[in-house]
């Protein structure tokens, strides 16, 4: 079994900085693919970014596209999402999740495909 925690939600101002962790335990995930999705209250939950397992290829959304970099730590259990620029919109709950079937076809963006997901953690942007 695996669990997922995020940290380093918070609240910024329009333009600030947040750094985003997803820290796995119970089973390392190094072939795990990743993904961070959000939930804006009244809103679907959207996808926001992934990682495939081999840290070949990342994925965003246009909506944060040039501002967010996702990338996976040396020990290969935490998944960052650094978010530059934040904006009023992206103020939501953020998700990490977690499966073991490799990205095809866009897949990425379904939350269907992740087998494990964590709490969530708050991402305010204020202006």
């Known amino acids: 079994q695996v669990q997922l925690a995020e940290s380093g939600g918070g609240s910024v101002q329009t333009g600030g900085s947040l750094r985003l962790s997803c820290a796995a335990s119970g089973r390392t995930f190094g072939r795990f693919s990743m993904g961070w999705f959000r939930q804006a209250p009244g809103k679907e939950r959207e996808f926001v970014s992934a990682i495939n397992w081999s840290n070949s290829n990342r994925y965003y959304s246009d909506s944060v596209k040039g501002r967010f970099t996702i990338a996976r730590g040396s020990d290969q259990n935490t998944v960052y999402l650094q978010m530059n620029n934040l904006e009023a919109d992206d103020t939501a709950v953020y998700y990490c999740?977690?499966?073991?079937?490799?990205?095809?076809?866009?897949?990425?963006?379904?939350?269907?495909?992740?087998?494990?997901w964590g709490p969530g953690t708050q991402v305010t942007v204020s202006a």
């Open positions: 999740a977690a499966t073991t079937s490799d990205f095809f076809g866009g897949s990425h963006s379904y939350a269907q495909i992740y087998n494990y």
